[in-house]
């Protein structure tokens, strides 16, 4: 296991009553790419500004490298925390240089020195031909790049990144998130990245953390919070996931599409509702199938199916475009074989 470089440990934060960081206790390692991702308004944003020091926390430690940055009894101001901070706006300095709004995040660095870590960490970001150039003279990615080169310029030992690809389009958006991740990987930075984009946090992320109303629900590689999400909340955050009812049987789970080929270890007879997602569901045109074709989402190389299922359940299905199904047409719905579900029990909502 890597060593540490962050730790949390049961951090609280209020606004009046709204719960903005609950109880959250969580570790970052050295090197590591760390995603938090959650909806809009449960408190990414101000975990960072509590690990920057920019906020304080009610309650809970915050360490770097085995130094209290912020506990009961300690704050240690943001310029002496080692941490540097990306924002969505990149927040560069309009009528500064490149070059300048790099250097600005050294003013220690004698100039030699500092001109040799300037070229340094634009080459890193691919930058070095623009030095010279404004931030208006630039593109949204490009002044994304240089904000990144600005936060790693001292060295820190840690940069938080808050939403960095929100304001640019989806294809500079995927373009630049490999690029960062790449950066971030190659200089053996680590980083804690904010995204309330699911698929952008599965692609960046060494692992994920999955907040909601203040509170971490689940940390794991991208991989497990997909296949074993720990809440219904997890669930349906990570991945579209759409819930089905089953009963557990000696030979797997029935459900009304057919019966899983998992017990997990449950009595005959328990209740479960089954996180199913789209790739999970195969359907075939048939007269007299139990399944409606509620609509269809082209994706470009998939459609996405809603189908309506004989209790009135939907479920979505995930087909090639090459099968166009019409509103309405009647389909033989199964379960994939192979695929191993999620399950939660029957009912309760709310875990
Ligand atoms: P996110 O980054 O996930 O969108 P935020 O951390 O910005 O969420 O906000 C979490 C909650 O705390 C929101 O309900 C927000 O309105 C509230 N909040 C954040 N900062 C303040 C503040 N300075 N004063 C009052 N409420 C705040």
């Not at 970052?28 to 906020?55: A, D, F, H, N």
């Not at 080929?261 to 209740?271: E, H, K, N, R, Y």
């Not at 189908?307 to 389909?331: D, K």
């Amino acid at each position: 296991m890597a060593e540490t470089i962050l730790s949390l440990s049961g951090i609280e934060k209020h606004y009046g009553n709204i719960p903005a960081a609950v109880d959250v206790t969580l570790d970052v390692r050295v090197g590591e790419l760390l995603v938090l991702l959650g909806p809009s308004g449960c408190g990414k944003s101000t975990l960072l500004r509590l690990i920057s020091g920019l906020e304080t926390p009610d309650q809970g430690t915050i360490s770097s490298n085995g130094r209290v940055l912020s506990d009961a009894s300690t704050l240690v101001p943001p310029e002496e925390r080692k941490i540097s901070l990306v924002f969505q706006d990149n927040a560069l300095f309009p009528h500064m240089t490149v070059c300048d709004n790099v250097a600005f995040g050294l003013p220690k660095h004698k100039a030699g020195a500092r001109t040799r870590r300037v070229g340094e960490v634009l080459d890193m970001v691919r930058l070095a031909d623009v030095a010279g150039r404004y931030p208006h003279e630039l593109s949204g990615g490009q002044q994304q790049r240089v904000a990144l080169a600005r936060a790693l310029a001292p060295q820190p030992a840690l940069v938080l990144l808050d939403e960095p690809f929100s304001d640019l389009d989806r294809t500079l958006r995927i373009a630049l998130r490999d690029e960062v991740r790449e950066v971030l990987k190659a200089n053996g930075t680590s980083a804690i990245l904010v995204t309330h984009d699911q698929e952008e946090a599965l692609a960046v992320g060494d692992r994920v953390a999955v907040q909601n109303a203040g509170r971490i629900e689940q940390i794991g590689a991208p991989e497990d919070l997909f296949k074993t999400p720990a809440s219904r909340f997890v669930a349906e955050f990570v991945g579209e996931t759409d819930f089905i009812t089953g009963e557990v049987t000696p030979t797997g789970i029935r459900t009304e599409i057919g019966t899983l080929d998992q017990t997990d270890g449950m009595p005959v007879g328990t209740a479960v509702d089954i996180a199913i997602r789209a790739d999970d569901v195969a359907i075939t045109p048939d007269p007299n199938g139990p399944g409606t074709v509620v609509s269809r989402t082209f994706t470009g190389m998939q459609n996405v199916y809603r189908v309506r299922l004989a209790s009135g359940a939907i479920v979505r299905s995930l087909q090639p475009h090459t099968l166009v199904l019409t509103e309405g047409t009647h389909v033989q719905v199964r379960a994939a074989p192979g695929h191993h579900l999620a399950w939660f029990p029957a009912g309760a909502y709310g875990n």
